[in-house]
């Protein structure tokens, strides 16, 4: 039986309908979507980004400079870059892979561990490099020779801090009676609170936030502790990884959340706040060691990753807070210039393509055979 407030509601939605059939008869669209089908912003860097070594720079590097004018180049190589002859190195390394013609700026990074020097912080800073990695030994990729305890470190944070260094963190702990999916807030209560309270000028990146409490905590914590964000983390939930099978090229550390905490992340990369900026935490492996019993954690985004910020942001109707996030704070935590340059998105369908060529092997990228509703033009 349907009641005289349901039949209301019902009309009610019928000249929604209607309303919205005659816009789209009339080749209209709605007055938000008229003025942003073409998006420009100054051009944008990458916090955080892992572009390994070897020949598959010559895949991952144009990829990374056709978006980004610099990128935080992370250090967890095999051997990891702990040294600041290896971090210059590498470097030049990355910039033999830049295509002709396009100017794209790796910011070298260090990793840290247990034996690091603190005159190697001052060797780093004097060459450029910009920051320092704490890996908790055992949290992720390549962290083996990470850190295994934070007082182990405290000299080096002590010149670290002194000499206006970078610490960025992978925050989650390695405890294994913590679930994996409380790792991230378990590292804020009891690593990051101490830390920050024991280096109050230290200026720290919490790298990839993935939880309600991280965000809590950086938008909370002060003008020196600040956060990037991945794509994915924006737009997907942990259901992503498994959605009719499971998914390894939707695992990756931290591993996705739930819901909630994918709108959080959205909120705070939203919400204007200079503490949340792009890091895509772009992490390739080859598909093989992906689709395998153990698979690599990693989700390779470095091909769409701007478009994909771009659907994030769009989703939740905050085009227009994109620029700021993707170009300009960090750049200001950094202490660094802003770019110049523009970099112009389309609303116009493509198609991701199936796979890249990685060396010997082949790299799957997020979203491999579909359609992106944004596209890098210019
Ligand atoms: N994010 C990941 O899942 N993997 C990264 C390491 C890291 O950033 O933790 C990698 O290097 O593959
Ligand atoms: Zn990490
Ligand atoms: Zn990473």
Same mark, same amino acid.
């Given at each position: ?26 080749? $209209? %669209? ?11 912003? #100054?051009? @944008?860097?990458?916090?955080?980004? *892992? ?10 590097? &144009? *990829?990374?400079?056709? =978006? ?6 992370? @250090? ?41 020097? @603190? ?21 992720? #990729? ?12 405290? &000299? ?37 609170? @101490? ?36 794509? *994915? ?5 942990? !259901? ?13 550390? &931290? ?18 706040? !200079? ?24 989700? +390779? ?7 994909? +910020?771009?659907?994030?942001?769009? =989703? ?12 300009? *704070? ?17 609303? $116009?369908?493509?198609?991701? &393509?199936? %796979? +890249? ?12 055979? $579909? ?8």
């Amino acid at each position: 039986m349907v009641d005289a407030a349901e039949l209301l509601w019902l009309s009610v939605i019928d000249s929604m309908d209607a309303a919205h059939a005659l816009r789209s008869a009339m080749g $209209e %669209s709605g007055p938000m979507q008229a003025s942003t089908d073409t998006l420009t912003l #100054t051009r @944008p860097d990458d916090w955080h980004l *892992h572009l390994r070594d070897g020949e598959v720079l010559r895949t991952l590097v &144009p *990829h990374s400079a056709a =978006q980004f004018a610099r990128a935080i180049v992370m @250090p967890n190589l095999r051997p990891p870059v702990t040294t600041t002859a290896q971090a210059l190195a590498y470097r030049d390394r990355i910039l033999a892979a830049v295509p002709a013609g396009v100017a794209f700026e790796p910011l070298m990074t260090l990793y840290l561990t247990d034996q690091i020097a @603190p005159e190697e912080i001052r060797r780093a800073r004097a060459a450029g490099v910009v920051a320092a990695k704490l890996y908790p030994a055992g949290a992720t #990729t390549n962290s083996d020779s990470g850190v295994t305890g934070l007082r182990t470190v405290y &000299p080096v944070l002590e010149a670290m801090q002194r000499e206006g260094m970078r610490l960025l963190v992978h925050g989650e702990v390695t405890d294994q009676t913590v679930d994996l999916f409380d790792r991230e807030a378990a590292f804020i209560e009891q690593q990051l609170i @101490p830390l920050r309270r024991d280096f109050p000028e230290l200026k720290i990146v919490m790298e990839h936030i993935t939880t309600r409490e991280a965000a809590q905590y950086v938008a909370g914590a002060g003008a020196h502790t600040a956060a990037t964000i991945t794509a *994915h983390h924006l737009l997907y939930n942990r !259901n992503a990884i498994f959605t009719g099978g499971i998914r390894p090229h939707y695992y990756c550390l &931290p591993v996705l959340k739930r819901e909630t905490h994918r709108v959080a992340l959205v909120e705070a990369a939203t919400s204007g706040s !200079n503490k949340f900026f792009l890091g895509t935490d772009s992490a390739p492996h080859a598909s093989q060691l992906k689709e395998h019993a153990m698979g690599c954690a990693g989700c +390779y985004t470095g091909h769409a990753a701007l478009e994909m +910020y771009a659907e994030a942001f769009d =989703q939740a109707g905050a085009l227009d807070k994109l620029e700021g996030f993707a170009s300009f *704070h960090g750049a200001d935590f950094y202490g660094l210039p802003r770019n110049q340059g523009t970099v112009t998105l389309k609303r $116009e369908k493509w198609t991701v &393509p199936d %796979s +890249y060529v990685y060396g010997e092997a082949n790299l799957k990228p997020l979203r491999a055979g $579909e359609v992106l509703p944004w596209k890098v033009v210019a």
